[in-house]
């Protein structure tokens, strides 16, 4: 519980409620604040920052957003955590008279994803006096009714509620009439003017009267009406109503015209004093604006558009009234009745479009907001996606689904994924509503260097130039970008006591291996050493390859002084120490041709001079 004030001058307590909980990897938080109607732009509502317990810096690194689809009255200041009134909240247009008042919304905050629901009460404050429709009411009375007698006067109307609302009336002067309240079914208050006097239209015929009405508020406001009383002779009979309560029921979606309901009222008086004629009271005029009535048959028709996501029942007080100006009410309470008229709607509250490939099972990827304005099974939808997918998608709150992960991510199999989620209501016909999100894997590091070969093998001549290229190597990684980045590079070793390093080098963007130096077969006959290929990840990862090389010998029989000791080797790199090769020139000869392009001196020449 904390205070604060409105910027006028009653002060109010904004009452907080928190509730949290962790749904899968998203934290859910309930707020609840209270504050009055017409506070002014900018007043604060309540420091959500503090009551949440979330730092300044958290909401603007989740960038935190409010997410609502009732009217934009208020708004989130990021930059002091605050929550405040963006524009005037006027209760009465907000609620009418529904009782208590409030709106919800969400606060999104990402990364980890958070969802706080946050509902704001509007307390009423006595803004309004009641009000009568008319300025002045006029009574035909005949001077021959019984005291007793009953004059519906109709009701004021005041927006506010509770004891803000209207509580009673009074009427001056009061030497022939008293007042008499009534109540109807849901809480109306109006009144009737009962006749406690004899009247005497030679003496009187004409009366002024004035009935005022009062609310309870503090200071207390009223409201006034004229009533004229002109005394008639002969009336003593008042309308009757066959039923006090007439239900009714219509479709929404009901055309012009409909007949919904008919009321009936008798009058036991004949002539002129038994016609009848009906109307709807000043109180639930504005309920019946979708309605029409027939003054003289009683009929109610609809004349509007009917939506029973907007209204949901209407409850209209008819009133009869004779010549002689006596009448009698009774309540019309009209039922309506929800059509399949409305999709499912689907809507994205927050949303991750790019995923690591490495994310567990059950990493939430985005929360969808599902909402259908019908009712029953019209309204109650089934929700699903493609269950090829790695994903899922789950019941977390009311109308809030989260899609999550559901099984291992491959970045390196499906680099994306397009997931329909897919509304569809229970009504008949059942309307649907698809909502395509866009999920790209990113890449993660976790493939090592492959080389295209288990093993090298190669020869050189003897005698050979320093800086000619003797091999090439090649690895390849599934990754991407950076990650696939390969570079080669020589482990360290030795070899007759030398340092691979003085013997061979390697570029390590292209993996071509060239001679550091002119080889003696005398001093070295064959070696091997081990080609690393790493990636450019962070980590990094690498993987080793061997390859040999023997030093053949010249001599004048070239055929006979290079045998090969490796007959399974995959690749032979054969160099002439007379030439000048580049290492664009170099050409490695598969295994199998080995030997006869060493034994016989007219095979095809694989070195291009």
């Not at 904004?14 to 962790?22: K, N, Q």
């Not at 309470?333 to 409305?342: S, W």
């Amino acid at each position: 519980m904390f205070e604060g004030k409105q910027n006028r001058t009653p002060q109010w307590q904004a009452r907080l409620i928190i509730v949290c909980a962790l749904l899968s990897h998203m934290v859910r938080c309930q707020v609840r604040y209270s504050i009055p109607e017409e506070m002014v732009r900018g007043s604060l509502i309540g420091d959500l920052s503090k009551h949440l317990g979330l730092d300044i810096r958290r909401l603007k690194s989740g960038r935190a957003r409010i997410v609502s689809e009732e009217k934009d009255c208020v708004e989130l200041n990021a930059d002091k955590g605050i929550l405040i009134v963006k524009q005037r909240i006027d209760r009465e247009e907000l609620c009418g008279h529904a009782s208590p008042c409030s709106f919800n919304f969400e606060m999104v905050l990402e990364n980890p994803m958070e969802l706080f629901s946050i509902t704001v009460e509007i307390l009423d404050i006595n803004d309004n006096s009641p009000a009568f429709a008319n300025k002045e009411i006029t009574l035909n009375i005949s001077e021959v009714a019984s005291p007793g007698a009953q004059f519906i006067l109709g009701s004021a109307v005041d927006p506010d509620v509770g004891l803000n609302a209207l509580q009673s009336y009074s009427l001056k002067p009061s030497t022939h009439f008293t007042l008499k309240e009534q109540t109807f079914a849901d809480g109306g208050k109006y009144v009737e003017m009962v006749l406690k006097s004899p009247l005497d239209r030679e003496e009187e015929g004409e009366m002024f009267l004035t009935l005022t009405a009062a609310d309870g508020g503090n200071p207390r406001r009223t409201g006034t009406v004229s009533i004229k009383v002109n005394v008639l002779d002969a009336n003593d009979n008042a309308p009757v109503f066959s039923q006090a309560v007439y239900k009714a029921s219509v479709l929404e979606n009901s055309p012009k015209g409909t007949l919904v309901a008919t009321v009936i009222a008798t009058d036991a008086d004949v002539g002129s004093n038994g016609q009848l004629e009906y109307y709807i009271d000043q109180l639930t005029q504005q309920n019946a604006m979708v309605f029409t009535l027939n003054p003289s048959s009683g009929e109610i028709r609809v004349s509007g558009l009917l939506d029973y996501e907007k209204t949901k029942q209407f409850q209209i007080n008819v009133i009869a009234k004779d010549i002689g100006g006596l009448s009698k009410s009774c309540k019309v309470v009209i039922e309506v009745i929800d059509v399949n008229d409305n999709p499912p709607v689907i809507a994205l509250t927050s949303f991750s479009n790019t995923i690591p490939e490495d994310s567990p099972q059950g990493t939430t990827v985005a929360i969808v907001n599902v909402k259908d304005l019908d009712s029953g099974q019209n309204g109650n939808a089934n929700y699903s996606i493609d269950h090829s997918l790695p994903f899922k998608i789950k019941s977390s709150l009311v109308n809030y689904y989260t899609l999550l992960t559901n099984s291992v991510l491959d970045r390196e199999v499906v680099s994306e994924y397009n997931v329909t989620v897919t509304a569809v209501d229970k009504g008949l016909p059942s309307l649907r509503h698809n909502k395509t999100l866009r999920i790209r894997i990113s890449d993660v590091n976790d493939n090592v260097p492959v080389f295209d070969k288990s093993e090298y093998t190669a020869r050189i001549l003897e005698n050979n130039s320093p800086g000619v290229s003797i091999g090439l190597v090649h690895a390849k990684d599934e990754d991407w970008g950076q990650n696939a980045r390969v570079s080669y590079f020589l482990e360290e070793s030795q070899v007759g006591g030398n340092s691979i390093a003085s013997l061979i080098s390697i570029n390590s963007e292209t993996g071509l291996i060239y001679a550091v130096r002119s080889f003696d077969y005398e001093q070295i006959k064959d070696f091997e050493f081990q080609v690393k290929a790493q990636d450019g990840g962070s980590p990094s990862l690498n993987s080793n390859q061997v390859y040999n090389y023997e030093v053949c010998m010249t001599t004048d029989t070239r055929k006979s002084d290079c045998k090969f000791a490796r007959p399974f080797s995959q690749h032979v790199l054969i160099m002439d120490p007379g030439s000048t090769m580049t290492r664009d020139q170099v050409t490695l000869q598969p295994s199998q041709n080995e030997k006869s392009f060493l034994d016989d001196p007219d095979s095809p020449e694989q070195v291009r001079r």
